[in-house]
Nanobody
Framework: QVQLVESGGGSVQAGGSLRLSCAAS????????MGWFRQAPGKEREGVAA???????YYAPSVKGRFAISQDNAKNTLYLEMNSLNAEDTAMYYC??????????????????WGQGTQVTVSS
């Protein structure tokens, strides 16, 4: 059974940084695509970043240049390094994963497996 557990959220001042982690288990980690989504109150869910087999990555335009997605295959852990945070980054952040044809490049893919979410709050 696929399990994803996020950690690392919290409160930070504008301009600050946070690193989110997502510990994965229950599947062959390296064959999956993984990503981060976020959803703020009253807003639609947004695909923030994703990483695909063979190293391809995707970033939403709103975070490109500020966020970096990475993974440690030995630890089965996905990371999201977030820098230059601003109030618009405030949201619940979710880790997600899937494989095969569901690994569509971009922010609108629909993964089957999700973590429980971790809150990020940026104060100005």
């Amino acid at each position: 059974q696929v399990q994803l557990v996020e950690s690392g959220g919290g409160s930070v001042q504008a301009g600050g940084s946070l690193r989110l982690s997502c510990a994965a288990s229950g599947y062959t980690y390296s064959t999956y695509c993984m990503g981060w989504f976020r959803q703020a109150p009253g807003k639609e869910r947004e695909g923030v970043a994703a990483t695909y087999p063979r190293g391809r990555t995707y970033y939403a335009p709103s975070v490109k240049g500020r966020f970096a997605i990475s993974q440690d295959n030995a630890k089965n852990t996905l990371y999201l390094e977030m820098n230059s945070l601003n109030a618009e980054d405030t949201a619940m952040y979710y880790c997600a994963a899937d494989s095969g044809v569901r690994c569509v490049y971009g922010g609108s893919w629909l993964p089957r497996f999700w973590g429980q979410g971790t809150q990020v709050t940026v104060s100005s």
